[in-house]
């Protein structure tokens, strides 16, 4: 699947108008009102949603003509096969009517060129896993981390070190049980789309 690798956002003015296209990548559709309530701005004229996580797929006009800013996002994303990605367009209203043809065009546009900064990447599902290990094989075990290269996102340092990584071949494991003697704990929390190894 292909989606941006990171969130992007880009400004456009369009007759005094601001469009603030905001790219977020999104693979858990339970996360998808949380992201769009951070990124949009309650003080702006309108918000407009579009995206495409899984197999969800949402346009919203939020107070725009219907059918002029939400479908117009989603077509754009589509014709980009773009997936598990949120698009808000937040625009700020500069006191010129752009008509229906002329706000299809903004919000397209907002897209389009944001999807141009943007980092479009190839995404794969990897397990995302939780392993606890002794302090004495702290260093060793970030070593192999290093040379594995494994993303580790979260380390937490309580009475054993929590390390939570994406694992894509579960050989890893047994790697670390023979550096750790068998004294490690793993358990698989999730599943999540990350940029996939070139």
Known sequence: MISVENYTTHTLVIKKSEFICHLIPCSQI???KQLIEKYSDPQATHNCVAYIIGTHE???DDGEPSGT???PMLNVLKMQGLTNIIAIVTRYFGGIKLGAGGLTRAYSQSVSQALKEAKIVE???VDLYTIT???TYTRKF???????HIQCIDIQYLE???YQCYIRDLDFLKQIQELTNNQFEAHK???DYIKKDV
Not at 142 to 148: C, G
């Open 30 to 32: 339970e996360q998808a």
């Open 58 to 60: 949402r346009a919203y």
């Open 69 to 71: 800013a939400g479908m």
């Open 123 to 125: 995404k794969e599902p």
């Open 133 to 135: 290990i002794d302090y």
């Open 142 to 148: 970030e070593h192999l981390l290093k040379v594995q």
């Open 160 to 162: 054993q070190v929590c």
């Open 189 to 191: 929390i999730g599943t």
